[in-house]
């Protein structure tokens, strides 16, 4: 650095000695040097007499025409021939030091000494002998989003903060834009650093982290899956966990379309490869309708609902938990033309529960009211469901302090305050809770904690 440095200031000193000793010798002879400028044509002749006369050089030239009157004064020729010596002076030191590495190291210990004694404080950055690794978690902002998903396997997360809340009966916002013969399947919150467990309709489990989902604008219809997990072609996803680490004391519960259900412990899932593993033995008419991570046995209980408005309740530790590739034990007995469409976890027993239909229709019931059963019973009547209000699409925990969002088949998303939906008795059709058009059915619903400010449009 001090030899390249050196080398620039040497040829900078000397270029600038070069045009004074051209002012020099201009000022010596000043009156000829004006008397040929006058007779000349134009600058080029000039220049070109004054290279030829007085063996000027082409920058010496140019710097003599451009050279200000003020110059022609004695004390600007006093200036010139002050500051040449003083450059004469630089070259010769510059050319010493670059001739001799000695003086290069004299400098440059004298400019360290000078750094110590400008920055001599105490160590800020602390030495430690253990290497961090930095992983792509690190990175990334820990927030809240939604995720949806289609049935044709298109999938996305948006931020949550992007859906504002409204009224009840509101007709929402769209919320992604579907192709031909597809339609909104599911709808869940996450953080950005969640891990993310996705069912199949083949009883397989694959994990993606939530942040490794496309994050896209509320319009868009979102990437196939295919092309983010390695799933087989056909396959579909059927539900989603989301979970922070794979701690072998919680279980995953599995509810089925023909009422079976199923504990597993979460640990058996820890070391999920690309291909998937298989998570629970399905029967060819069987599907998975729920998923759901246990995380105190003890004191979770199961609630199963049916597509005709019945659900039953159990204790989730009257299941004995299983290995993977089981298939479970009845958990409901159904009634003719009756299956399974939705379950939850009840991990507080001062909820309530929540029901939609397709119609949009919904209701809060005191959990009181849904009376404890053993596992295998018909259940009790959960919805009173007409051809206005249609099937039940799904049920869930509610609370005060929680936000609903609905997503229809078209892809239309509502966000609302839980506490704006009114409690009904179990036997009993509730309110609209969403507008949905004639061919428009309510596809998912999920819920996150409520904003401390909500815009009502």
């Known amino acids: 650095v001090i030899t390249r440095r050196t080398k620039f200031d040497l040829d900078k000193a000397e270029k600038r000695a070069h045009i004074l000793k051209g002012y020099q010798i201009a000022l010596t002879n000043i009156d000829r040097i004006i008397e040929l400028i006058r007779a000349s044509s134009d600058g080029t002749v000039a220049r070109e007499q004054l290279i030829e006369k007085y063996g000027f050089s ?42 001799d590495e000695a003086k290069v190291y004299e400098i440059m210990k004298k400019e360290l000494l000078d750094i110590k004694e400008k920055y001599s404080d105490e160590r800020r950055t602390t030495i430690e002998e253990e290497r961090m690794e930095i992983l792509p978690e690190d990175l990334i902002k820990d927030e809240e989003i939604i ?31 579907t192709i031909e013969d597809d339609f909104a399947e599911k709808i869940i919150s996450a953080s950005t650093l969640d891990t993310m467990m996705i069912f199949t309709d083949k009883g397989k489990v694959y994990n993606i982290k939530a942040y490794e989902i496309p994050d896209l604008s509320k319009q868009s219809r979102g990437r196939l899956i295919g092309n983010i997990i390695n799933i087989s072609e056909g396959e579909k996803v059927r539900d989603t966990i989301v979970i922070k680490e794979f701690n072998p004391e919680k279980e995953i519960v599995f509810i089925t379309k023909n009422g079976l259900i199923k504990k597993t412990s979460l640990g058996e899932f820890k070391n999920i490869n690309s291909s998937g593993l298989i998570s629970i033995k399905l029967k060819e008419d069987d599907d998975i309708i729920y998923s759901g991570l246990i995380e105190e046995v003890e004191k979770e209980e199961i609630l199963i609902a049916t597509k005709k408005g019945y659900c039953t309740r159990f204790s989730a530790d009257i299941i004995r938990a299983t290995g993977r590739n089981t298939m479970g034990v009845k958990a409901i007995t159904l009634r003719d033309d009756d299956e399974v469409v939705s379950a939850m976890l009840i991990k507080n027993p001062e909820t309530d529960i929540f029901t939609i239909t397709e119609n949009g229709y919904g209701k809060r019931t005191r959990l009181d009211e849904y009376p404890q059963y053993n596992r295998g019973g018909k259940g009790v009547k959960n919805i009173k469901c007409t051809e206005k209000t249609g099937n039940v699409v799904s049920v869930l925990e509610a609370l005060d302090d929680e936000e609903l969002i609905c997503i229809t088949s078209n892809g239309v998303v509502i966000r609302m305050s839980m506490d704006a939906i009114s409690r009904f008795g179990r036997a009993t059709q509730g309110v609209r809770v969403m507008k949905v058009a004639e061919e428009e059915k309510v596809a998912s619903i999920t819920k996150i904690k409520k904003e401390e400010e909500i815009d009502e449009e």
């Open 147 to 177: 995720i949806t998903y289609t049935n044709k396997g298109y999938i996305k997360r948006i931020e949550a903060n992007k859906y504002k809340a409204q009224r009840r009966g509101g007709k929402g916002v769209s919320g992604l834009n």
């Open 58 to 99: 082409d920058i010496q030239a140019r710097s003599i025409l451009d050279m200000k009157l003020q110059r022609l004064t004695g004390l600007e020729r006093e200036k010139i021939d002050l500051e040449y010596q003083e450059i004469e002076k630089l070259i010769v030191e510059l050319k010493e030091i670059l001739e």
